[in-house]
């Protein structure tokens, strides 16, 4: 006679010794003759598992409300698992055993030899490396294991994890990694990467998002070598976290690519939109010059981030300017990690959709605050009897400064539109000045006052000029200069052609119509005598 049933009742409990300790508590053990169990809790009770795995370095704990196994296969329904001796990709090479903590809770959980699958309503938690608290929340979660070598029971599978995928859609805190969700997650240990994907048929987790110190980048696809920091994404846009800010901007992009380039970390675009405001800047290609150890803090995770790490007494200072792109597109969200730009391919400046400027290439250098602009065209609202012309100023190169100011030498200037102009005005030396005043701003936090310097516009000034005609006729020029708001708009009452003021027309009801026009001249001894009455 064989028993097809065996069953245990009443404060059942169990060890079960082999190469792993197993050990078990519940109220009824049934335990049937194809070798398959089932532990069950008391009513409003829940069993408990509880293991030390060989060497006595690993173990777990998992309670539940019911756990089925059958040969190489646990079941659990509820359970609710703490995991020691874990090792995921971001808390890899971690030597602190809290970073090698695990708690995972589910509707149900399935393990076999080689993956731990979780369902409905799945949370893990834990540390990383550096001890920052990170979880993940998705609707399914499974955990695959290293390479098996031998005879491994069902429990053993818990600390021979090294990959992770979550789908369904998910939702991550990954300490400075910040906030990330979407419709699937993969990290592997093998590869030391993260892989964040979108849900194209979910409007919720249509793209993968990170959320972190205020910015927020988005697109169906991001990948992060975890130990460089580097990143790669498909079509994609980064933004200001609080769209609705004064400050808010947008950076899209077709594609992101990391280059590697020796201990230089550089991030290539592929048809940027910087929009900040009202302004934009776009170009064909756009490479970034990132600070390693800045931008590892940023997307590292694991062991790469030295925290150990001292700050070169003899590094230059960083992000010393500029802190704009034509005055008006900020760069400090990115400042912190930024080094270097450079934007390549019809490079385009904007103001209400208005092209205000354009070229071939531009460069700046954040921490020298220095750089060059390619064969750029910018064109300004030139106001003359009446009338508002569009004066295009043309250069080789231009090269803007530490305080915003563009310089170009050898420029042309013209307000023909034909193709071939019929007049250039060939100007010595081209500026644009920004132009500062200082304002009394109340600090919502204390009450107190404060002066701010902000910028209240452009002075523009073109000096050594001529104008050539078709053929040898040239003429010479006084200097042409004028005060332009933050948009790059003259104003035309204070505009000057030398030492004239251009006249303005106008109507009053004792002289009638009238035209009225000012110069300034030094007018030398005799305003000296007249000092003198």
Same mark, same amino acid.
């Given at each position: 006679?064989?028993?097809?049933?065996?069953?245990?009742?009443?404060?059942?409990?169990?060890?079960?010794?082999?190469?792993?300790?197993?050990?078990?508590?519940?109220?009824?053990?049934?335990?049937?003759?194809?070798?398959?169990?089932?532990?069950?809790?008391?009513?409003?009770?829940?069993?408990?598992?509880?293991?030390?795995?060989?060497?006595?370095?690993?173990?777990? !704990?998992?309670?539940?409300?019911?756990?089925?196994?059958?040969?190489?296969?646990?079941?659990?329904?509820?359970?609710?698992?703490?995991?020691?001796?874990?090792?995921?990709?971001?808390?890899?090479?971690?030597?602190?055993?809290?970073?090698?903590?695990?708690?995972?809770?589910?509707?149900?959980?399935?393990?076999?030899?080689? @993956?731990?699958?979780?369902?409905?309503?799945?949370?893990?938690?834990?540390?990383?490396?550096?001890?920052?608290?990170?979880?993940?929340?998705?609707?399914?979660?499974?955990?695959?294991?290293?390479?098996?070598?031998?005879?491994?029971?069902?429990?053993?599978?818990?600390?021979?994890?090294?990959?992770?995928?979550?789908?369904?859609?998910?939702?991550?805190?990954?300490?400075?990694?910040?906030?990330?969700?979407?419709?699937?997650?993969?990290?592997?240990?093998?590869?030391?990467?993260?892989?964040?994907?979108?849900?194209?048929?979910?409007?919720?987790?249509?793209?993968?998002?990170?959320?972190?110190?205020?910015?927020?980048?988005?697109?169906?696809?991001?990948?992060?070598?975890?130990?460089?920091?580097?990143?790669?994404?498909?079509?994609?846009?980064?933004? @200001?976290?609080?769209?609705?800010?004064?400050?808010?901007?947008?950076?899209?992009?077709?594609?992101?690519?990391?280059?590697?380039?020796?201990?230089?970390?550089?991030?290539?675009?592929?048809?940027?939109?910087?929009?900040?405001?009202?302004?934009?800047?776009?170009?064909?290609?756009?490479?970034?010059?990132?600070?390693?150890?800045?931008?590892?803090?940023?997307?590292?995770?694991?062991?790469?981030?030295?925290?150990?790490? !001292?700050?070169?007494?003899?590094?230059?200072?960083?992000?010393?300017?500029?802190?704009?792109?034509?005055?008006?597109?900020?760069?400090?969200?990115?400042?912190?990690?930024?080094?270097?730009?450079?934007?390549?391919?019809?490079?385009?400046?904007?103001?209400?959709?208005?092209?205000?400027?354009?070229?071939?290439?531009?460069?700046?250098?954040?921490?020298?605050?220095?750089?060059?602009?390619?064969?750029?065209?910018?064109?300004?609202?030139?106001?003359?009897?009446?009338?508002?012309?569009?004066?295009?100023?043309?250069?080789?190169?231009?090269?803007?400064?530490?305080?915003?100011?563009?310089?170009?030498?050898?420029?042309?200037?013209?307000?023909?539109?034909?193709?071939?102009?019929?007049?250039?005005?060939?100007?010595?030396?081209?500026?644009?000045?920004?132009?500062?005043?200082?304002?009394?701003?109340?600090?919502?936090?204390?009450?107190?006052?404060?002066?701010?310097?902000?910028?209240?516009?452009?002075?523009?000034?073109?000096?050594?000029? @001529?104008?050539?005609?078709?053929?040898?006729?040239?003429?010479?020029?006084? !200097?042409?200069?004028?005060?332009?708001?933050?948009?790059?708009?003259?104003?035309?009452?204070?505009?000057?052609?030398?030492?004239?003021?251009?006249?303005?027309?106008?109507?009053?009801?004792?002289?009638?119509?009238?035209?009225?026009?000012?110069?300034? !001249?030094?007018?030398?001894?005799?305003?000296?005598?007249?000092?003198?009455?």
């Amino acid at each position: 006679y064989a028993p097809t049933l065996a069953v245990a009742a009443g404060e059942v409990h169990f060890e079960l010794v082999q190469e792993a300790t197993l050990v078990g508590d519940g109220e009824r053990l049934e335990l049937y003759a194809d070798g398959s169990g089932r532990l069950l809790p008391a009513r409003g009770e829940r069993v408990h598992l509880r293991g030390d795995l060989p060497g006595g370095k690993q173990r777990f !704990r998992l309670s539940a409300e019911q756990v089925d196994f059958a040969g190489e296969r646990l079941t659990a329904l509820g359970p609710v698992a703490d995991i020691e001796g874990l090792e995921l990709a971001w808390s890899s090479g971690a030597t602190d055993l809290d970073a090698r903590k695990l708690r995972a809770v589910a509707g149900y959980l399935t393990c076999d030899r080689s @993956s731990i699958l979780l369902n409905d309503g799945v949370y893990l938690g834990g540390k990383t490396a550096d001890l920052e608290d990170w979880s993940l929340d998705a609707e399914h979660v499974q955990l695959q294991s290293a390479p098996i070598e031998g005879d491994v029971s069902a429990a053993e599978l818990v600390t021979l994890v090294q990959d992770l995928v979550a789908w369904g859609g998910f939702t991550a805190r990954l300490g400075t990694l910040g906030l990330v969700r979407g419709g699937v997650l993969e990290l592997s240990n093998s590869h030391r990467s993260l892989s964040i994907q979108g849900d194209p048929t979910s409007p919720l987790t249509r793209d993968a998002v990170i959320d972190r110190a205020g910015t927020v980048w988005a697109s169906p696809r991001f990948d992060i070598a975890l130990d460089t920091g580097y990143l790669r994404s498909d079509a994609g846009r980064a933004s @200001s976290a609080d769209p609705g800010a004064p400050d808010s901007w947008t950076l899209q992009y077709d594609a992101l690519e990391p280059l590697p380039m020796g201990d230089q970390t550089v991030l290539a675009l592929r048809q940027p939109v910087w929009t900040n405001g009202d302004a934009e800047v776009r170009a064909n290609w756009a490479m970034l010059w990132l600070d390693a150890a800045e931008w590892r803090k940023a997307t590292a995770l694991g062991s790469s981030r030295d925290k150990t790490r !001292r700050p070169d007494p003899d590094a230059p200072r960083r992000s010393r300017g500029p802190r704009s792109m034509f005055g008006k597109l900020n760069l400090d969200a990115i400042g912190p990690w930024l080094h270097e730009l450079y934007l390549d391919g019809n490079v385009e400046y904007r103001v209400h959709g208005e092209r205000k400027a354009a070229g071939e290439g531009m460069y700046l250098d954040l921490v020298e605050g220095n750089g060059w602009l390619l064969k750029f065209v910018v064109d300004v609202d030139f106001p003359i009897f009446g009338r508002t012309y569009q004066l295009k100023v043309q250069a080789e190169w231009m090269r803007p400064s530490l305080d915003g100011t563009l310089l170009a030498n050898g420029a042309v200037a013209t307000t023909c539109a034909h193709d071939v102009p019929h007049f250039v005005i060939k100007i010595g030396s081209f500026t644009v000045a920004p132009r500062f005043k200082d304002e009394i701003v109340v600090d919502k936090r204390t009450g107190e006052e404060h002066s701010v310097r902000k910028r209240d516009g452009w002075d523009l000034s073109l000096d050594d000029n @001529s104008i050539q005609f078709i053929g040898a006729l040239a003429l010479p020029l006084p !200097r042409i200069a004028g005060p332009m708001n933050n948009d790059f708009e003259f104003d035309k009452d204070a505009f000057t052609v030398g030492n004239f003021r251009l006249p303005s027309f106008g109507q009053d009801s004792k002289f009638g119509t009238f035209i009225s026009a000012s110069v300034t !001249r030094d007018i030398g001894y005799l305003g000296r005598q007249f000092h003198l009455l």
